[in-house]
């Protein structure tokens, strides 16, 4: 690991890049703007197929598009809404550091422990070969467990504060899988802002 400064976190690994920075947010201003996504978004509950068993997905979500473009995911297809300007502000410091631009926002609410996200990458078509994926935490500290698909030694876990943000680059989506997992801890809510390219 490469530390940059005490805000910003790189992380070299074998076919990926991540920036990790723990306070992209001070305290004061991440929980405002969790209050304010929290009561502003009209969250989905959408059915979930997995190995021919149909059930409600884990987790709350929406969807934040400049375009009507759809995305689709795990079988569920989603319609975007138009940025909210708390959104649009939160987006445009994410697409500063970052020096990348973004189109699309992907929220989940994880209302407790009992919400997750399951080993997966983010390798739809609509984001291209190699998307840039910022992800933004509010709420409760949750740990990002990620691993290489082919080099078992190369398992890894982060702990993604409340106001942090994390960026993966290069080709981590293509060789890595990563996972919000279940825990039987009785935690509070934790909203994750994903903010990514459609092509």
């Given at each position: 690991?490469?530390?940059?400064?005490?805000?910003?976190?790189?992380?070299?690994?074998?076919?990926?890049?991540?920036?990790?920075?723990?306070?992209?947010?001070?305290?004061?201003?991440?929980?405002?703007?969790?209050?304010?996504?929290?009561?502003?978004?009209?969250?989905?509950?959408?059915?979930?197929?997995?190995?021919?068993?149909?059930?409600?997905?884990?987790?709350?979500?929406?969807?934040?598009?400049?375009?009507?473009?759809?995305?689709?995911?795990?079988?569920?297809?989603?319609?975007?809404?138009?940025?909210?300007?708390?959104?649009?502000?939160?987006?445009?410091?994410?697409?500063?550091?970052?020096?990348?631009?973004?189109?699309?926002?992907?929220?989940?609410?994880?209302?407790?422990?009992?919400?997750?996200?399951?080993?997966?990458?983010?390798?739809?078509?609509?984001?291209?070969?190699?998307?840039?994926?910022?992800s933004l935490s509010f709420g409760e500290a949750r740990p990002f467990h990620f691993k290489?698909?082919?080099?078992?030694?190369?398992?890894?876990?982060?702990?993604?504060?409340?106001?942090?943000?994390?960026?993966?680059?290069?080709?981590?989506q293509h060789f890595w899988l990563h996972q919000i997992a279940k825990t039987k801890k009785?935690?509070?809510?934790?909203?994750?802002?994903?903010?990514?390219?459609?092509?």
């Amino acid at each position: 690991m490469d530390l940059f400064s005490q805000e910003k976190q790189h992380f070299k690994l074998p076919n990926a890049e991540l920036i990790y920075v723990p306070e992209f947010f001070l305290r004061a201003e991440a929980n405002s703007y969790f209050k304010i996504i929290e009561t502003e978004t009209n969250w989905q509950h959408d059915d979930i197929t997995v190995f021919g068993k149909t059930y409600k997905q884990p987790r709350l979500t929406a969807l934040f598009g400049e375009s009507n473009q759809l995305y689709s995911y795990s079988n569920i297809v989603m319609h975007p809404k138009p940025f909210t300007q708390t959104l649009r502000t939160i987006k445009d410091k994410v697409e500063d550091l970052s020096e990348y631009k973004f189109n699309t926002l992907l929220i989940n609410l994880y209302r407790d422990g009992n919400d997750s996200n399951g080993w997966h990458a983010d390798n739809e078509k609509e984001l291209g070969e190699n998307p840039i994926i910022g992800s933004l935490s509010f709420g409760e500290a949750r740990p990002f467990h990620f691993k290489h698909r082919t080099l078992k030694h190369e398992r890894h876990k982060l702990i993604l504060e409340h106001g942090s943000l994390l960026l993966m680059k290069g080709e981590m989506q293509h060789f890595w899988l990563h996972q919000i997992a279940k825990t039987k801890k009785q935690i509070k809510p934790r909203i994750n802002l994903t903010f990514r390219k459609l092509i």
